[in-house]
């Protein structure tokens, strides 16, 4: 299924005991008779592979394999966009750290020192009635 990149349906473990299927004592322990794998694929690339296993053994019609596979592209595009908000969150975190200190000395800019001002200046005005500051 690695290399293959299709959804891969087994009637009957049994019958395909060594090839197909590795764990096949557990399978026969537990009454395992079919199982269905599901690539998730991004950009061409197989990511992870959904297993999922039946205690019958029973055949799987054309629509229903259609419809795990568009589930599956669905899935792949989700994880491709989480990617992406992890990649632009972690830029703009970058972009913050780069504008809010200097690069050379990583001393705190001005830009830092008004934020904080402010940010302390907004706690103090519940208890603050008459005050002036001169700058």
Same mark, same amino acid.
């Given at each position: 299924?690695? +290399? $293959? ?5 087994? &009637? =009957?473990?049994? *019958?395909?005991? =060594? ?12 009454? #395992? @008779? $079919? ?8 950009? &061409? ?6 297993? %999922?296993?039946? @205690? %019958? $053994?029973? !055949?799987? =019609?054309? +629509? ?8 599956? !592209? *669905?899935?792949?595009?989700? #994880? ?13 975190? +970058?972009?913050?750290?780069?504008? $809010? %200190? ?11 020192? =008004?934020?904080?001002?402010?940010? &302390? ?7 603050? &009635?008459?005050?002036? !500051?001169?700058?």
């Amino acid at each position: 299924m690695w +290399n $293959s990149q299709q959804t891969e349906w087994v &009637k =009957d473990i049994y *019958q395909e005991k =060594d090839s197909v299927f590795i764990c096949f004592q557990i399978a026969e322990k537990i009454g #395992i @008779k $079919s199982a269905l794998g599901i690539p998730i694929i991004l950009d &061409k690339q197989v990511l992870a592979i959904l297993v %999922f296993f039946h @205690k %019958f $053994s029973q !055949t799987l =019609d054309q +629509n229903s394999i259609q419809l795990v596979n568009a589930v599956a !592209t *669905q899935l792949g595009g989700l #994880i491709q966009r989480k990617k992406s908000e992890l990649a632009l969150k972690k830029a703009n975190q +970058n972009l913050k750290l780069i504008a $809010s %200190f200097d690069i050379l000395t990583s001393l705190a800019n001005r830009r830092t020192f =008004d934020e904080y001002f402010h940010q &302390k200046w907004e706690q103090l005005i519940p208890f603050l &009635k008459n005050f002036s !500051t001169l700058c």
